[in-house]
């Protein structure tokens, strides 16, 4: 399944951005039921998971993400969203979004936080 993230870009510190990811050659009723999450690797640091849906429809957040990044999906649009306010330089990473179920992984999309 191929996943296409976008939204990624150079924001200061404090502000926002909303990433988006896009499978719009997945089977709604599949995508529907899908735990889908968004990931993010800084450099020199190990991937690390940010958000994601479970398999139940849970959300679980990174404890340093909680409060200001929000996961969202539309079934319809075979989306997921990652809306992200407060941006700090430590939230500089590439962001990827990867199907949980079958550990697919979209392309990344690079967010830069300046000081």
């Known amino acids: 399944v191929q996943l296409q993230a976008s939204g990624g870009g150079l924001v200061q510190a404090g502000g926002s951005l909303r990433l988006s990811c896009a499978a719009p050659r997945m089977i709604l009723s599949v995508f529907s039921g899908n735990p889908l999450g968004w990931y993010r690797q800084a450099p020199g640091k190990e991937r690390e998971l940010v958000a994601e849906?479970?398999?139940?429809?849970?959300?679980n957040y990174a404890d340093s993400v909680k409060g200001r990044f929000t996961i969202s999906r539309d079934n319809v649009r075979r989306s997921v969203y990652l809306q992200m306010n407060s941006l700090r330089p430590e939230d500089t990473a590439v962001y990827y979004c990867r199907d949980n179920s079958t550990n697919s992984w979209g392309q990344g999309t690079l967010v830069t936080v300046s000081s």
């Open positions: 849906f479970s398999n139940s429809g849970a959300t």
